[in-house]
């Protein structure tokens, strides 16, 4: 995939029908995902939920890998749908890889939103297909309880709106770490999933990208590694610019290992970046988050520091 050949998915309209999956994990308390149906058609949207979507398969499978790409390929076949909504993330997604014929998606291009696990298959579609995805909110999740104000207008802008989507402005500034200015398409997810594709087919080319990432539950050391994987395997080099998000460590069991402030592994790794590092990204595992457009055009600076999304998400 160039950036050449990115897809821009129809924007969602009033009254539109959204598709629900899982992918990933099954429903901890499926009570969350019924009341983010109702906030959904609460807004006037109809929804169409998986026929396997409510399953449970291995104690953490939201059914058996052929159930959960059935469900995926019926929705984007199904011209009665025009977004496709991941109920949550968990574990999943990957076993689902070399299952799906990504020619169906590619033929039938709509929204398609996930996040955490689901990077996997938001990456490997953009490898594969060129079809920018939404890396962010979720039923189950953010949808099913108070979905925090700034994240919840700036999700149906970017899934809406047919303008560039611009600046993105957050309550918590951005931080420099290391100054600098780059313009690149934006390559969104969750950090121990990304490198789980490194050295496989569905991991699309990081060169020149803006890249953003996030993590949950994660020791620094672990970070740590897997960072210094992404550089060794030539990939942190060649990056344009690098943007932190959450790393949501709060909850993180304690370990014999010595904790250490994320920002100081941060700061060390972005002395070979060749652009600009900003932290601080409202996206992560966290109530407010940023939904990102995986694939198009993103200007980082530290003059400010910003980063704005030079042209649109979705088309007419």
């Known amino acids: 995939m160039d950036h050449g050949t990115v897809i821009r998915p129809r924007h969602l309209s009033p009254n539109a029908t959204i598709g629900i999956v899982s992918p990933a994990s099954p429903q901890r308390e499926p009570a969350r995902l019924t009341r983010g149906i109702h906030y959904l058609e609460s807004l006037g949207y109809r929804v169409k939920l998986g026929r396997n979507a409510l399953k449970s398969h291995g104690g953490y499978l939201a059914g058996k890998d052929e159930e959960r790409v059935a469900d995926l390929h019926e929705m984007f076949t199904d011209s009665s749908v025009s ?28 929204i398609f939103v996930g996040f955490s696990d689901v990077t996997a298959l938001q990456l490997a579609i953009l490898r594969k297909t060129g079809l920018v995805t939404f890396t962010g909110a979720l039923p189950s999740v953010d949808m099913a309880d108070e979905f925090d104000n700034y994240s919840e207008e700036w999700f149906w802008r970017a899934l809406t709106s047919t303008k560039p989507l ?9 931080s420099t770490v290391k100054a600098g200015t780059a313009i690149g398409p934006l390559i969104a997810g969750n950090l121990s999933v990304l490198v789980s594709l490194i050295g496989t087919p569905y991991l699309p080319s990081l060169e020149a990208c803006v890249l953003a990432i996030e993590d949950v539950d994660e020791h620094t050391y672990r970070i740590d590694r897997m960072l210094t994987h992404l550089l060794n ?14 790393w949501s460590q709060a909850n993180t069991q304690r ?62």
């Not at 395997?233 to 959450?246: N, P, Q, R």
């Open 166 to 174: 611009g600046n993105i402005i957050q309550e918590q500034a951005l």
């Open 83 to 110: 977004a496709i909504f991941c109920a949550r993330g968990g574990y999943g997604s990957s076993r689902l890889l070399s299952l799906i014929d990504f020619q169906i998606i590619k033929e039938n291009p709509k």
């Open 233 to 246: 395997a030539g990939h942190l080099t060649e990056v344009s610019a690098l943007l932190t998000g959450s």
């Open 255 to 316: 370990s014999a290992t010595p904790n250490r402030d994320v920002g100081e592994v941060i700061h060390e790794i972005s002395e070979f970046v060749r652009g600009p590092v900003l932290a601080n990204l409202m996206y992560g595992h966290e109530p407010q988050k940023l939904t990102l457009p995986v694939g198009i055009l993103a200007k980082v600076s530290s003059d400010g520091p910003i980063v704005t999304f030079v042209e649109s998400a979705t088309s007419e």
